[in-house]
């Protein structure tokens, strides 16, 4: 029973395009989420992060939105680059005054150039 | 400042062998967290310190599975013994205090035979 889930395996977008990477929860008690991003062989690197009293953080290129009542957050990308590809994970935690972090499968990423 | 460090980077043992892991936290990070991420899923948590104190170990398999952090910095995770699908690699992550961004390490590759 998934938690947390990207239901897109993966995702090609054109260099200078936008990039949108999806991610759904169960858990409405969930009041933490977070986008990493890993290159192979490498650990996870925090990206963005967004509390539920939020609907929008930006961060440079990168945006997270969160819409609470669909149970959904996205990652914007804008504008796409080369080395943005990578995979991204969405992390969920929070609620009931825990801290433990449950993750997506992950969107593996290719900017084309 | 100095990332997450952990070693060995890669070990391959046979199946009932026993084998540890080693991660040294950002410093002063009072946080410091074991996930293990089976190829194709994101990381799961096994199990969260705060300073040398367990947390959450919930998910850890404490039939073959053990981790403690002396002195509230260095971790050990040790697995004894080895199962198959214990194949994955093992994340050490760290973070200043519950609710802050954790930090990966790059992780140790685990192939049992």
């Known amino acids: 029973d998934q938690q947390v889930k990207q239901n897109s395996p993966s995702l090609s977008v054109q260099e200078g395009r936008i990039s949108i990477l999806n991610c759904d929860y169960t858990n409405s008690m969930f009041d933490y989420f977070l986008w990493y991003k890993k290159y192979p062989a490498e650990g996870p690197t925090f990206l963005i992060s967004?509390?539920?009293?939020?609907d929008k953080n930006e961060d440079g290129r990168f945006t997270v939105f969160l819409n609470k009542s669909a149970k959904h957050l996205s990652l914007h990308i804008v504008p796409s680059q080369p080395g943005d590809s990578a995979v991204y994970f969405c992390?969920?935690?929070?609620?009931?005054?825990?801290?433990?972090?449950?993750f997506g499968k992950g969107t593996k990423l290719s900017v084309i150039p | 400042e100095a990332g997450v460090a952990q070693s060995p980077r890669y070990k391959i043992i046979e199946k009932r062998q026993s084998v540890a892991f080693w991660c040294n936290p950002i410093s002063g990070h009072a946080t410091l967290y074991w996930y293990q991420q089976i190829l194709g899923q994101g990381p799961k948590l096994l199990i969260q310190f705060q300073n040398n104190g367990v947390v959450d170990d919930s998910q850890l398999p404490k039939d073959r599975f053990s981790a403690e952090r002396l002195k509230g910095v260095d971790s050990t995770l040790k697995i004894q013994p080895a199962k198959l699908e214990d194949s994955a690699v093992y994340l050490c992550a760290s973070s200043l205090v519950r609710g802050q961004p954790q930090h990966f390490g790059d992780g140790t590759r685990l192939s049992i035979l």
């Open positions: 992390a969920v935690g929070g609620g009931a005054g825990s801290y433990q972090l449950t």
């Open positions: 967004i509390s539920s009293i939020k």
